[in-house]
């Protein structure tokens, strides 16, 4: 077993992964990362799991954490954070969770358009990250035939995130806005809020590094038109604090809450035109769907196979597209952070907050619930009572 006190299970090319790993490294929380194509992550940790996921930690005692997020509270609550990756102003509070969710799930469409469809600059590359979730010692043949079979299910995925022909355009105009809209803020913070990482930055950093800011045809297309954005990355993945000179920001503090800049307002408006539909329709499918299915066992996911993540296709208008995607309880659970975070403010930050999301387009994400909360247990997402 390893030396190091954590074992994190990934791969360099996974989106979620990548945030844990840059939260390890910049806490200084010590830690031997393995593919998962390592044997014991199939013969161990994948029946633990009950599916296979990463990423995974194991702890030194030898339990296991799985999901991103659960692994950054888990070190959190640790009072491992050099500095909390939670702001104590509701306010901020608040839109680091947006970010959160933003983040993980609503950069999707760009991510895997940028990753699968540029096949000449890209897929050489791609290919090599894959071997670290494909067992060793394969003939070539035989490595040559699993990628294909792992690479068509990422394939097959990006079309239930959305990103079909039709919305092509549209998704690489949009993402070229975001760049441009992130790259701005950035001249005047080091970090989405200020001058440390929050969750907001980590659930950005998601689909920024692994696809976006790692594989080759988008990563190029981020340093020639968002070097900011790039910097930012170098920033969250390496251990040390900055005092950079070319960006309009001091110290390690974050934003008062009243002085939230007009470049963090654009980056809400991008979210309220770019997810708020999406998260919109997903939410009415899923209150649809329970209404159908009363009897639901609490503790699980209402569906035949406990470890399937998804409980339809919903289909939405996306900037002009009529788009059909995966409903996803997870969503509802970082959704949930945000909807908890405000119902738990003080009136006059409540007040704060709700000012802020309309102005920016974002009032109606406050108050989107589903009939029934989704938990985790047993590293799967199920239904509340
Ligand atoms: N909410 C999960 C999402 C993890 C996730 O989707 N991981 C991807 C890799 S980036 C995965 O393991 N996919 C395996 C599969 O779909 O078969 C987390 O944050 O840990």
New binding site residues.
């Given amino acids: 077993m390893s030396e190091a006190p954590y074992t994190l299970y990934?791969?360099a090319?996974?989106?979620?992964?990548?945030?844990?790993r840059a939260y390890m490294r910049h806490h200084g929380i010590p830690f031997e990362e393995r593919g998962?194509g390592h044997a014991e992550y199939g013969e161990d940790i994948v029946p633990k799991l009950g599916?296979?996921?990463?990423?995974?930690v194991v702890k030194p005692d030898g339990s296991l954490i799985?999901?991103?997020?659960?692994?950054l509270d888990y070190f959190e609550e640790r009072g491992l954070s050099k500095k909390s990756i939670y702001p104590e102003d509701a306010t901020l509070k608040a839109v680091a969770y947006l970010f959160e969710l933003f983040g993980?799930e609503g950069l999707l469409r760009p991510a895997m358009h940028y990753r699968w469809n540029f096949d000449a600059d890209n897929l050489a590359f791609i290919k090599g990250s894959f071997d670290d979730?494909l067992p060793g010692g394969l003939s070539t043949e035989e490595n040559q035939k699993m990628f294909e079979f792992?690479s068509g299910?990422?394939r097959q995925?990006a079309v239930a995130f959305g990103v079909v022909p039709d919305a092509m355009k549209t998704i690489e105009e949009t993402y070229t806005d975001f760049l441009k809209r992130f790259d701005a803020h950035l001249a005047q913070s080091y970090f989405l809020l200020g001058g440390h990482a929050t969750i907001g930055d980590y659930g950005l950093f998601?689909p920024l590094f692994?696809h976006l800011g790692r594989d080759p045809h988008p990563a190029m297309l981020m340093k020639q038109t968002a070097p900011r954005v790039f910097k930012w990355l170098e920033r969250m993945n390496g251990p040390e604090t900055f005092q950079d000179h070319t960006v309009d920001w001091e110290g390690e503090g974050l934003f008062a809450s009243g002085a939230v800049p007009e470049t963090l307002k654009d980056l809400m408006r991008y979210v309220a035109e770019e997810y708020l539909p999406e998260i919109t329709a997903h939410v009415a499918f899923a209150n649809n769907w329970l209404a159908e299915r009363p009897d639901i066992e609490p503790g699980t996911n209402g569906l035949e196979d406990p470890a399937q993540?998804a409980i339809g296709m919903s289909e939405f208008n996306w900037r002009g597209h009529q788009v059909k995607t995966m409903v996803m309880p997870?969503r509802f659970?970082l959704l949930q952070r945000l909807t908890d975070c405000f119902a738990q403010a003080g009136d006059a930050e409540q007040k704060e907050i709700r000012a802020l999301f309309a102005e920016t387009g974002l009032d109606a994400m406050l108050d989107l619930r589903t009939t029934r909360r989704v938990e985790r247990a047993n590293h799967l997402?199920v239904w509340g009572e």
């Avoid at 090319?13 to 844990?20: D, E, M, R």
């Avoid at 599916?51 to 995974?56: D, E, G, K, L, Y």
């Avoid at 799985?66 to 692994?71: A, E, F, N």
């Fill in positions: 990934g791969m090319a996974s989106l979620y992964t990548g945030k844990v998962a599916r296979f996921i990463v990423p995974a799985q999901d991103g997020t659960d692994i993980g979730v792992a299910r990422m995925a998601n692994a993540r997870y659970y997402e």
